[in-house]
C-alpha cells in the first residue's frame, strides 16, 4: 500500500470516528410542557393551563370545614419565573399548593414524589380569586390572608382548595406560567 492511498484512508477513519462521536445523543431530555413541547426556547412567555388541562372543573368541595378538593394535575414550573392561579370556588376556601421532586429530574417522564403540602392563602372570598408566585416577587393573593411565603422555582407542583366552612360547593382553577 503506498503512502497516498495509507492517508486517505487514515483521513476517512477520522472523519468516520468524528462523524460517529458527534453524533451521539444526549441523555439529558428537555423538560417538557403540557404539551410535550421543550419548555425553552419558546416563542411565547406564558403557557396556560385550563381547568380541563388541570382536571379541576365544577370539582366538589366537601361539605366540611378543612373538606379538600382532589390535587390538580401535576405542572410542571422547572424554569417558570411567575405563575397565576386563578380560583373560583362557590364558598370561602384555603389554597393549598403542592410541591413535588422527581427520580429523575433529567427524564421526560419523572416519577413525582410530594416533598410538602403549603397552605398559600386562608379564608379566600368565594368567587374568583387569584394568587400570584414568583421568583423575585413576594407572593399575593386577592382576597383572605397570605399563607406560607413560597417563592419560585419549583420542579412541579398542584393546587387544591380546603374548605372554610361546613356548606358544600364547588372550586375551578386555571394556571398562566410565565417563563
Known amino acids: 500500500m503506498n503512502?497516498?492511498?495509507?492517508s486517505l484512508a487514515l483521513l476517512?477513519?477520522?472523519?468516520?470516528t468524528t462523524l460517529f462521536v458527534f453524533s451521539q445523543t444526549s441523555s439529558q431530555f428537555p423538560e417538557l410542557d403540557k404539551?410535550?413541547?421543550p419548555l425553552l426556547p419558546r416563542p411565547m412567555p406564558h403557557l396556560v393551563y385550563s381547568p380541563t388541562d388541570?382536571?379541576?372543573?365544577?370539582?366538589?368541595?366537601?361539605?366540611?370545614?378543612?373538606?379538600?378538593?382532589?390535587?390538580t394535575s401535576i405542572?410542571?414550573?422547572g424554569d417558570a419565573t411567575k405563575m397565576t392561579v386563578f380560583v373560583s370556588c362557590t364558598q370561602n376556601f384555603d389554597l393549598v399548593m403542592t410541591v413535588y421532586t422527581a427520580d429523575d429530574q433529567g427524564q421526560s417522564n419523572p416519577n413525582f414524589i410530594v416533598y410538602n403540602s403549603y397552605i398559600i392563602a386562608t379564608n379566600m372570598g368565594s368567587g374568583a380569586q387569584q394568587a400570584f408566585l414568583a421568583s423575585?416577587?413576594?407572593?399575593?393573593?386577592?382576597?383572605?390572608?397570605?399563607?406560607?411565603?413560597?417563592?419560585?422555582?419549583?420542579?412541579?407542583?398542584s393546587f387544591f382548595e380546603k374548605n372554610d366552612v361546613a356548606t358544600a360547593g364547588t372550586c375551578t382553577d386555571r394556571v398562566i406560567i410565565g417563563y
Open 54 to 71: 388541570l382536571a379541576h372543573s365544577g370539582v366538589a368541595l366537601p361539605a366540611s370545614v378543612g373538606g379538600a378538593t382532589p390535587n
Open 35 to 37: 404539551n410535550g413541547k
Open 136 to 157: 423575585e416577587l413576594a407572593p399575593t393573593v386577592t382576597s383572605g390572608t397570605l399563607g406560607a411565603p413560597v417563592r419560585l422555582p419549583q420542579l412541579a407542583v
Open 75 to 77: 405542572i410542571r414550573i
Open 3 to 6: 503512502k497516498k492511498t495509507a
Open 12 to 16: 476517512a477513519l477520522l472523519c468516520v
